[in-house]
């Protein structure tokens, strides 16, 4: 099992920067991509950045430039710096990681518990 803590959320103003932390502990063998989704109010998720073991990003459409994510292996940690805020970035943001028990076994999906992040105008 993999545990997924988040932290760095809050109220912030338009303009404004955040930088979300999320760290992986349990029983992990190898951790593939790991990303951040955001869900909206009566919205779906959606991803908004995630990376590669390799460490190649992507990122959403409407967040190309303005967020950066980056991921620490030693340290199990996937972070997304955002700038440029704006109120549409609104949402509870997820952590999502690929974790693989062992070679010979395929990638499960984990989610940490959201963090809220609100950007007012």
């Known amino acids: 099992q993999v545990q997924l803590v988040e932290s760095g959320g809050g109220l912030v103003q338009a303009g404004d920067s955040l930088r979300l932390s999320c760290a992986a502990s349990g029983s992990i063998f190898r951790i593939n991509a790991m990303g951040w989704y955001r869900q909206a109010p009566g919205e779906q998720r959606e991803l908004v950045a995630a990376?590669?073991?390799?460490?190649?990003?992507t990122y959403a459409d409407s967040v190309e430039g303005r967020f950066t994510i980056s991921r620490d292996n030693a340290k199990n940690t996937v972070y997304l710096q955002m700038n440029s805020l704006k109120p549409e970035d609104t949402a509870v943001y997820y952590c999502n990681v690929q974790h693989q028990a062992s070679f010979f076994t395929p990638n499960v999906n984990y989610w940490g518990q959201g963090t809220q992040v609100t950007v007012s105008s």
């Open positions: 990376v590669a073991s390799s460490g190649k990003p």
